[in-house]
């Protein structure tokens, strides 16, 4: 089993920038690829950034060139770094974990969110 505890979220004014941490814990050697979800008000939970094991990370569209997503394994902890923030980045920001067992099997762990609230 994997805990993820996000922290970092908070209020900021558009253009500004935010650094979310996501620290795992418990069988972290079995964590492959991690990565950041938001869901905000009335939609959908949506991809925002991931990165695998030694790969690159992938990004959506709508953050592209603004957030970077990074990984300390020695620490056991995932960051996304948020410049200029928009308001419509406002969301609840879940880590996300794919893990794999000692026999192969995939599966996942989600953090408990922490939310992010950009004003005009």
């Known amino acids: 089993q994997v805990q993820l505890v996000e922290s970092g979220g908070g209020l900021v004014q558009a253009g500004g920038s935010l650094r979310l941490s996501c620290a795992a814990s418990g069988s972290t050697f079995a964590i492959n690829g991690m990565g950041w979800y938001r869901q905000a008000p009335g939609k959908q939970r949506e991809l925002v950034a991931a990165?695998?094991?030694?790969?690159?990370?992938n990004y959506a569209d709508s953050v592209r060139g603004r957030f970077t997503i990074s990984r300390d394994s020695t620490k056991n902890t995932v960051y996304l770094q948020m410049n200029s923030l928009k308001p419509e980045d406002t969301a609840d920001y879940y880590c996300?974990?794919?893990?794999?067992?000692?026999?192969?099997?995939?599966?996942?762990?989600w953090g408990q969110g922490t939310q992010v609230t950009v004003s005009s």
């Open positions: 990165i695998a094991s030694g790969g690159g990370p």
């Open positions: 996300h974990a794919d893990l794999r067992g000692i026999a192969g099997d995939e599966y996942e762990s």
